[in-house]
Every structure is written in structure tokens, then in C-alpha cells.
């Protein structure tokens, strides 16, 4: 007997959403269906506005859809879980624990000295060793960031959830971390899902590209990133390919 | 020093003018600065002025106590539990209002003269400030920060202590600053009623026996100075290692 197929890591079946307005209803998410499979890293780009970090409240289970419906690993995903873990632009450390605390926060069970172990070996591992002790006002937004996705790290995920999650950076802190996060998702396996209206840094990070309308949100194009890494973004392949998303969100460039 | 030093100058230059003026209108009751210090010197010489101080210190430590044990976790319950909000805070915003001077009757009526009305009174006029304080800490806590916890589960114990608790504090910590300030003032005005010490007893006794007004105003001044002291303590508490994130950038 052959084996059943796996389901999916996330599949996401026809979901949508609309938030009430003043001239009735406005549909934010329209339909929206898509699968990431184990180990995968799509991105999701769209104009901004266009119900992006709805659709992602609704795949990590924060906010239930309308219709439709989101399932990880074949179960329900019915309210958010350690399994996925959502690193959004504006960040979530907590400013009034120190970096250790921070990451020590989403562990239970261990005991304590386990725990800060655990917690200071990513912490090196993103580079905030000799930092543990730190808080979040005495950081910089690039170290910030690299807090905020050891925290995600520390309790294994499966599955991260990534909501222009460096937007907020400068342009060579936000290549930095492109950089760094490639070299993490080489040394553990995660599931990713990135929202950005960077099709560069989508590109850069993705196996698969998936372009959404603005709204309400449904997917328009699948572009498949087949270049292995480390890619060289300049190369005439990610060109052509920059082009053609560009193109398919509405912006005509050569 | 730059930075005292125009209030020190301005501080003097008034004092000067109340000396000239006393001076001049050559009034028989008001005192010069001279005589109010020499008033205060006489206080602290028989001891009475610390026995004073004491009293009123004791009222309001004690009726300020009784306000933040009460206010911070009822506080947190309000603005937690949105079925309580909406129950508690009309009354409370109908109760906030009324001057606490407005509760003296009242207060006589059920706690007598001794030291239980002016502390009554403290606690009125400073639980509320504190409750509202720590709702509004509660109901701006960042989303983001919330939605966090919910998504690395943690227990209820740790969404608490980790960030409920930490997230109100600064607020908690203003609403204690302005509930002190309020005590101190009510306090002076609740001894003024009856008793027999207080700085607040103290004005009145004073002019009551035989118009000492260098002695009303050695009173006023040590109650403001005190004042003075009080809130800078609470602004040390500002500056403590829970809440120096927020006063941070």
C-alpha cells in the first residue's frame, strides 16, 4: 500500500476576510489559497495595504478568517502556537527584560541554568554575545532584530512567520540580516513564511515568490526562485526575475 | 548649579520683597523672614516641630499604604477584565471628583477625631488617581507585546509577572506620584479640622493662639518643602531599573 501523502506544512485554503467600515464592509483578504511545504521559505509580496499582515495574523492563528480555512501539518490552526513563531517590523522584545530574559521567556520546563544556557547559545548564535545582560533601549535596531529572532529560535519552531521583518532597518543592516538569517535557516531547518514589499530581499530570501493584488488580497503570480545560494543578486537571473514580479505588481522598470 | 541657580536668585529676590514689604506697610501681625526663621529655630528647639512632622508623615504613610494595596490590584483587575471596567469606572468617575475636603463630615461622622479621619480622607483622595493611573497602564499596553506572549503560550502566572506587571509599572509608578502629592495636600487640610498635632494643626493652633502668623507661616513652608521631598522620592522610584526602560530614548 503506497503511503498516504504528507499534508503540507501550511496550507491555506481559500481564506478570507473583511473588517466592517463605515460604508458597509471592506474585503481585506479575497480568497486567498496557497501551500508552503516542510523546509520551504515563501514570500509573499505585495503593494503595501494590500491586507499582507492580515493574511499573516490569519496563517499564525491570531486572527480567524471569515471563510476558509488554515491548516499546519493537516491540523486546524485555530489560535497561535510555539510552532510558528511571528517576527513583525516593529519587533516584540520586551524593552523591560534584558536579552537573556527575553530569550529565556518562551521556555518552560528546563531548569534555569538550562534554560540560560540555551538562551546565551543563540544569542551567540546571532551574534549577541557579550550582550545577554543588555536591554533593549541600550541596543541598536540591527541588534534589536537579531533579539528578536533568537527569541523565535530558542523555542525550535517549525515554522516562522516573517512580516517585513526588516523593513525597519537600513539598507546594509537589512542586507546584513538577509545574509544572517541564509546562514540560520542553513544550520536549522525552518518552515518560512515572509511577507515584504521588497521584491529583492523576496527574491533574495525565497524559494517560491508569490505576488498578491492589492485588495482585498488574492494571489495574482507564483514565481518559482530556483538559484541556489548564496545567490548573487546581481546576477542577470535575478534580474530578469526582479523584472518580471515587478511587472506583475503594476511597475514597469528595465 | 546652572540649572538651580535662577530659582535660587528668583527665591531670594522674593524674599526680599516680602521683607520690604513688611517693612514698609510696617504691619504688626505679618512677619518678616527673619522672625519666621527664628519661629522655626523655636519649633525645632522644643521639639514640637518634629513631633508634627511626625504625626502628619504617619497619616499619610499610612493612608497612602492603604490606597496603593488597595488601588494597584484592583487596578489591574479593571483594566484586565473588561466586565469589571465597564461595571467600576462610572462610579469611580462620579466618586473622583469630589473634593476629599467634602468627605471631612462624613469622615468625623464615622471615624471620630482621632487619627483615623485624616487617614480615611488620605486614602479617598488618593486610591482614585492610583486606580485610574493603573487602568490606563493596563489598556495601553502594546498589542505587540501581548500578542507575543499569547504566541509562545506561556502561563498565565508568566504573562503576569513577565508582562502585565512590568508593561503598568511606569504608569503605576506616575499614579503613585500624583496620589502622594494629593495625600500631602489633604492631609494639612484634614488636620486643620480637629485633632491635636500635625502640621496642619499646627497653622491653626498657631493663629487660633494669639495670631502667631510667624508660626502659620514657618507651617506653610516645611509643609512645602517637605512636599518637595516627597515627590522627589517618587521620582527616584522613576529612575529604578523595572521602569528605566521607559523613560529611555
Request: proline letters at 4%; a negative charge; hydrophobic letters at 50%.
Given at each position: 500500500m503506497p503511503d498516504r501523502p504528507?499534508?503540507?506544512?501550511i496550507s491555506v485554503d481559500n481564506v478570507s476576510k473583511s473588517f466592517p467600515s463605515d460604508t458597509g464592509s471592506l474585503d481585506v483578504v479575497g480568497g486567498v489559497s496557497f501551500e508552503v511545504g516542510d523546509g520551504e521559505v515563501v514570500a509573499l509580496v505585495g503593494p503595501s495595504g494590500c491586507g499582507k499582515t492580515t493574511l499573516m495574523s490569519i496563517i499564525a492563528g491570531f486572527v480567524q478568517p471569515d471563510s476558509g480555512a488554515v491548516h499546519i501539518d493537516g491540523a486546524l490552526q485555530a489560535k497561535p502556537s510555539k510552532q510558528g513563531i511571528l517576527i513583525s517590523q516593529h519587533g516584540s522584545v520586551f524593552p523591560w527584560l534584558n536579552v537573556q530574559q527575553n530569550l529565556m521567556f518562551g521556555l518552560d520546563g528546563a531548569a534555569p541554568q538550562d534554560k540560560r544556557a540555551l538562551a546565551d547559545h543563540y544569542a551567540a548564535?546571532?551574534?549577541?554575545?557579550?550582550?545577554?545582560?543588555?536591554?533593549?533601549?541600550?541596543?541598536?535596531?540591527?541588534?534589536?532584530?537579531?533579539?528578536?529572532?533568537?527569541?523565535?529560535?530558542?523555542?525550535?519552531?517549525?515554522?516562522?512567520?516573517?512580516?517585513?521583518?526588516f523593513s525597519a532597518l537600513d539598507a546594509l543592516m537589512n542586507l546584513r540580516m538577509r545574509n544572517e538569517l541564509l546562514r540560520?535557516?542553513?544550520?536549522?531547518?525552518?518552515?518560512?513564511?515572509?511577507?515584504?514589499?521588497?521584491?529583492?530581499?523576496?527574491?533574495?530570501?525565497?524559494?517560491?515568490?508569490?505576488?498578491l493584488s492589492s485588495t482585498p488580497a488574492r494571489i495574482k503570480a507564483s514565481f518559482d526562485v530556483p538559484m541556489p545560494h548564496p545567490r548573487k543578486l546581481s546576477s542577470r537571473d535575478v534580474q530578469d526575475l526582479r523584472v518580471a514580479i515587478l511587472r506583475e505588481l503594476g511597475v514597469y522598470s528595465d | 548649579m546652572k540649572k538651580v541657580l535662577p530659582s535660587l536668585i528668583m527665591a531670594t529676590l522674593?524674599?526680599?520683597?516680602?521683607?520690604?514689604l513688611v517693612d514698609v506697610t510696617q504691619s504688626v501681625i505679618f512677619p518678616t523672614p527673619w522672625q519666621v526663621l527664628q519661629a522655626m529655630a523655636e519649633l525645632a528647639r522644643d521639639g514640637t516641630l518634629f513631633e508634627h512632622i511626625g504625626a502628619s508623615l504617619f497619616r499619610v504613610g499610612t493612608g497612602f499604604g492603604l490606597a496603593v494595596a488597595f488601588a494597584i490590584p484592583?487596578?489591574?483587575?479593571?483594566?484586565?477584565?473588561?466586565?469589571a471596567y465597564t461595571t467600576l469606572n462610572p462610579i469611580f468617575q462620579i466618586l473622583r471628583p469630589i473634593s476629599p475636603i467634602a468627605w471631612i463630615p462624613i469622615a468625623i461622622l464615622w471615624f471620630g477625631v482621632g487619627n483615623e479621619s485624616p487617614i480615611f480622607l488620605i486614602f479617598i483622595s488618593s486610591v482614585f488617581p492610583m486606580i485610574v493611573q493603573t487602568v490606563a497602564g493596563v489598556h495601553t499596553i502594546e498589542r505587540r507585546y501581548l500578542r507575543a506572549a499569547e504566541n509562545f503560550g506561556v502561563s498565565r502566572a508568566t504573562l503576569f509577572r513577565q508582562v502585565v506587571i512590568p508593561a503598568v509599572l511606569p504608569q503605576v509608578i506616575v499614579g503613585m506620584r500624583i496620589g502622594l502629592g494629593v495625600a500631602w495636600l489633604v492631609v494639612v487640610a484634614a488636620e486643620m479640622i480637629a485633632l491635636h498635632s500635625g502640621l496642619g494643626y499646627l497653622?491653626?493652633?498657631?493663629?487660633?493662639?494669639?495670631?502667631?502668623?510667624?508660626?502659620?507661616?514657618?507651617?506653610?513652608?516645611i509643609i512645602g518643602l517637605i512636599g518637595l521631598l516627597l515627590d522627589g522620592l517618587m521620582r527616584l522610584l522613576e529612575g529604578h531599573r523595572l521602569v528605566r526602560w521607559r523613560y529611555a530614548r
Open positions: 504528507k499534508p503540507a506544512k548564535m546571532v551574534g549577541l554575545q557579550g550582550f545577554e545582560r543588555n536591554y533593549p533601549h541600550e541596543l541598536s535596531g540591527g541588534m534589536l532584530k537579531r533579539a528578536e529572532l533568537a527569541r523565535a529560535l530558542v523555542v525550535k519552531p517549525e515554522i516562522l512567520y516573517m512580516d517585513e521583518p540560520i535557516l542553513a544550520e536549522e531547518r525552518h518552515t518560512v513564511l515572509l511577507i515584504t514589499h521588497d521584491v529583492e530581499e523576496a527574491i533574495h530570501l525565497a524559494n517560491r515568490v508569490l505576488v | 522674593l524674599i526680599a520683597l516680602w521683607w520690604v484592583l487596578g489591574l483587575w479593571m483594566g484586565w477584565v473588561q466586565g497653622i491653626i493652633d498657631s493663629r487660633n493662639a494669639g495670631n502667631r502668623y510667624d508660626l502659620v507661616i514657618a507651617g506653610m513652608i
